[in-house]
């Protein structure tokens, strides 16, 4: 299994102050241990036991996998107050943030087995990192173009074209144009022994204006 590679040490920013505490705490309300839930996320214990004490910050894709693990989401990871059960979310209300270069706006409703995303993805490239784990995952390029890589075969999504596959695929997304790629992105949330994420990227922080 790859392992993720380290974050960059120092102090959280603010808008990551409770989400230490919480990764610890939801580890434990789902009865794993350190060790347990590192291999789940593909992480070592030592890097797991960082995130949790807060001398290491965790990237986007390394939220999205501590949430499926948990069974809950970004936004609840990142200690976000939930919206009312409105069916509705208006465009006002979602807030973008940023981690590891990645701009993501939650676009679902919370406490759903689904979550939902507005992911922009930069220009740059993401190596031999991939993830796997269990569930679906679905997207829609908006802008740009995307290159999709699913086992073996790469594909270049263009706007307009949509991917939906069983995420037990290793697979891995990165922009194939200038300027990156915007998509709609919905994965499922599950918890599973077998759940392993393997990217890497930098420290999420919501972003001003």
């Known amino acids: 299994m790859t392992e993720l590679p380290d974050e960059p040490?120092?102090?959280?920013?603010?808008?990551?102050?409770?989400?230490?505490?919480?990764?610890?705490?939801?580890?434990?309300?789902?009865?794993?241990?350190?060790?347990t839930a590192a291999q789940r996320v593909g992480l070592s214990p030592a890097h797991l036991s960082r995130l949790e004490t807060g001398l290491r910050q965790?990237?986007?894709?390394m939220l999205l996998a501590l949430a499926r693990t948990?069974?809950?989401?970004?936004s609840d990871l990142l200690g976000e107050a939930a919206p009312e059960r409105d069916?509705?979310?208006?465009?006002?209300?979602?807030?973008?943030?940023?981690?590891?270069?990645?701009?993501?706006?939650?676009?679902g409703g919370a406490g759903r087995a689904m979550q939902a995303l507005r992911v922009h993805v930069p220009q740059r490239a993401q190596g031999d990192l991939v993830r796997v784990h269990p569930g679906e995952e679905w997207l829609y390029v908006?802008?740009?173009?995307?290159?999709?890589t699913l086992g073996e075969a790469v594909h270049v999504l263009d706007p307009g074209d949509a991917a939906h596959f069983d995420s037990l695929t290793p697979h891995r997304l990165a922009a194939a144009?200038?300027?990156?790629?915007?998509?709609?992105?919905?994965?499922?949330?599950?918890?599973s022994g077998a759940a392993e994420l393997c990217l890497g990227g930098g420290a999420p922080h919501r972003r001003g204006g």
């Open 9 to 35: 040490s120092g102090p959280a920013p603010e808008e990551l102050s409770t989400v230490a505490p919480r990764l610890r705490d939801l580890r434990r309300r789902n009865g794993l241990t350190l060790e």
């Open 58 to 61: 965790p990237s986007l894709p």
């Open 70 to 74: 948990y069974g809950t989401t970004v």
């Open 87 to 107: 069916p509705i979310l208006r465009a006002g209300r979602a807030e973008p943030s940023e981690a590891g270069g990645w701009t993501y706006w939650t676009v």
């Open 142 to 148: 908006l802008n740009g173009r995307l290159r999709l």
């Open 177 to 191: 144009a200038p300027g990156g790629a915007e998509l709609l992105f919905v994965h499922t949330l599950l918890q």
